[in-house]
């Protein structure tokens, strides 16, 4: 298929491409390297030969979201935001840009998200999990109150909001502890992010911000495959007692406010499960670009047994609604 779009497609800046080294034997991490850190020249070549005429760039992870130091937080992800913005200002045509966000700091987070949207024109916000705030064993999630004025203005502005994974903390790593190839895209990503789209959901986030849209990589994070049973023993309605704050079930949550993504999972399906979950039209085309590579993402994408006007919406149609594309 010709003309996709992808929307989780990295790139790197000076101060965080070190957070993506540990996923690499150190003879492939020079050419993840370089491609992190690459715009116009290996990144353009593979999209064109893979059919993808528009990407939405995001930064690394944990990235802006590792940070401790909230000062340090709010200026790499402003750095990441202006370099990001210099280079799609010369490719406005092929590039569109997701902001990092410094979510250590909610106040200036929304100022960030308002400040890239607003002047720089990006398309919404891809943050990597839970922020680590103040010390490294500390872990903020966005359902929490001190959050809500930020997903306010994220309603404002009428944006997506990507939630990206990252690991565990340490501390919180007891069931993979001995097997450290758990950790990451083999498994601790998704269950990471499933929980903390969950608890979103929960918190009764979307009963007081109606239009807000999240999307999720790697078909759904896990969500996806449990959200009947999810549903059925933790909604009000449901057979939990544990004073969950949302009043409807949470599978009308998933399906009214949450996007999924091929990043990275490309699984005929995974992907065909995801259509019949949340409909063809909240399924997206995206390759997880450098993790993944385009060409095997691609590959399996056009010639995956969907029907073509599925193909069609998941390739670009979707996209360009949802980030109102011309
Ligand atoms: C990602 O950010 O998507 C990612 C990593 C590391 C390994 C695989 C992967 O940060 O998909
Ligand atoms: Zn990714």
């Known amino acids: 298929m010709q003309d996709k779009i992808a929307l989780e497609e990295h790139f790197a800046s000076p101060d965080t491409i070190g957070d993506s080294k540990h996923y690499f034997t150190a003879d492939i991490w020079p050419e993840r390297r370089r491609q992190l850190l690459d ?107 001190q959050y809500w004025p930020f997903w306010a203005e994220v309603a404002r502005l009428d944006v997506p909001f990507y939630l990206h994974p990252r690991n565990p903390l340490p501390s919180q790593q007891l069931a993979y502890e001995g097997h450290p190839w758990l950790l990451g895209p083999a498994w601790a990503f998704s269950p990471e992010t499933g929980v903390h789209a969950l608890r979103l959901i929960g918190s009764g986030l979307f009963d007081a911000y109606p239009t807000l849209q999240v999307i999720l990589g790697h078909l759904g994070e896990l969500v996806q495959n449990n959200i009947w049973r999810t549903s059925h023993w933790a909604s009000a309605t449901g057979k939990n007692p544990m004073g969950v704050k949302a009043k409807r079930p949470f599978i009308d949550y998933f399906r009214q406010h949450f996007h999924v993504t091929t990043s990275g999972n490309f699984r005929t399906i995974a992907m065909r499960n995801a259509i019949e979950e949340l409909g063809g039209d909240r399924v997206l085309f995206s390759t997880d670009y450098p993790f993944e590579t385009m060409e095997e993402a691609s590959a399996w994408f056009d010639g995956a047994e969907i029907g073509d006007n599925d193909r069609q919406k998941i390739g670009r149609d979707n996209a360009k609604q949802l980030f109102r594309l011309n």
């Open 39 to 145: 715009f116009e020249a290996e990144r353009i070549e593979r999209m064109d030969a893979c059919g993808i005429g528009y990407t939405i760039l995001s930064l690394n992870a944990p990235a802006v979201q590792g940070i401790v130091d909230t000062v340090r937080a709010i200026d790499v992800a402003r750095r990441a935001n202006d370099l990001l913005a210099e280079q799609v200002s010369r490719r406005p045509e092929r590039f569109g840009a997701f902001a990092a966000l410094p979510m250590q700091d909610p106040q200036a987070a929304a100022r960030e998200l308002e400040r890239t949207v607003s002047e720089l024109g990006f398309k919404g916000a891809l943050v990597n999990g839970f922020s680590q705030n103040g010390t490294a064993d500390n872990a903020a999630y966005y359902d929490l109150p």
